[in-house]
């Protein structure tokens, strides 16, 4: 069984910086993605951040490019998301989501990806 747990939510004051952590287990995504996604309340569930684990190439939203980072621990088999800068929009319900293969077309979009852990809040204050 496929389990995706994030970690590392909180609260942070604008212009702080909170890491979000995501363990896979299950099985592994050599072959595939990992992203981050995020839905404020009222809103779609939107974009973040997206890296190959293969390769680790890395995919970004343009409201966090700059201010985010998505990077992997394949031994672990973990994925991160550093969020520097934050903002009080960036305030959301953080999901982390795994696919077991890769298309660039669709690697921003939900139908890209198999699997989503349950997601962690994240509250950024002015």
């Known amino acids: 069984q496929v389990q995706l747990v994030e970690s590392g939510g909180g609260s942070a004051l604008a212009g702080g910086s909170l890491r979000l952590s995501c363990a896979a287990s299950g099985r592994t995504f050599s072959d595939g993605v990992m992203g981050w996604f995020r839905q404020a309340p009222g809103k779609e569930r939107e974009f973040v951040a997206a890296i190959t684990w293969s390769g680790g190439s890395t995919y970004y939203a343009d409201s966090v490019k700059g201010r985010f980072s998505i990077s992997r621990d394949t031994a672990k088999n973990t994925v991160y998301l550093q969020m520097n800068s934050l903002k009080p929009e960036d305030t959301a319900h953080y999901y982390c989501?795994?696919?077991?293969?890769?298309?660039?077309?669709?690697?921003?979009?939900?139908?890209?990806?198999?699997?989503w852990g349950q997601g962690t809040q994240v509250t950024v204050s002015s």
């Open positions: 989501a795994a696919g077991t293969s890769v298309r660039i077309v669709i690697i921003r979009h939900t139908i890209q990806y198999n699997y």
